[in-house]
């Protein structure tokens, strides 16, 4: 009766994972994750930024990583302002979690042309949610 009882809560708990996962939105901890991410990228703070991210932060095609935070205080308009405003586009961007993928999320914002190709990549980390990744699919 016991092995019954542990069976199905531990299939209640993988089957709500599943399910979370194929609806293609975060859960509690990832949605908290990326409200300080986005709020921290609006208001232009480099510390928070740098404290959400996992370094080193993978670049668009031809470009070098940003492996510390000195970089990343360096480069911080090239993440955010230079491919697209990323301010504007996170404060209604909405996360995308790939249901293959369910510990990473990615958010899309449109380039100069309107074309939504400028991808922001998230990873669930042994630290939590971090930043990874910035992607421009034209390049």
């Known amino acids: 009766m016991k092995a019954a009882i542990i069976l199905c809560s531990l299939l209640t708990v993988f089957g709500g994972f599943a399910a979370q996962s194929q609806t293609g939105e975060l859960d509690a901890a990832g949605q908290a994750f990326w409200e300080k991410f986005k709020s921290a990228v609006i ?9 959400l991210s996992q370094f080193p932060i993978g670049m668009s095609y031809g470009k070098a990583k940003i492996r510390t935070k000195a970089q990343l205080f ?13 301010g504007k586009c996170f404060a209604t961007a909405k996360p995308e979690v790939d249901p293959a993928r369910p510990k990473n999320f990615s958010v899309a914002c449109k380039d100069a042309a309107g074309n939504e190709s400028v991808l922001y990549e998230f990873r669930l980390t042994s630290q939590g949610w971090r930043f990874i990744a910035l992607d421009n699919l034209n390049e």
């Open 43 to 51: 208001k232009g703070d480099k510390e928070a930024v740098s404290a």
């Open 74 to 86: 360096k480069r911080y308009r090239e993440l955010f302002n230079e491919q697209t405003d990323a």
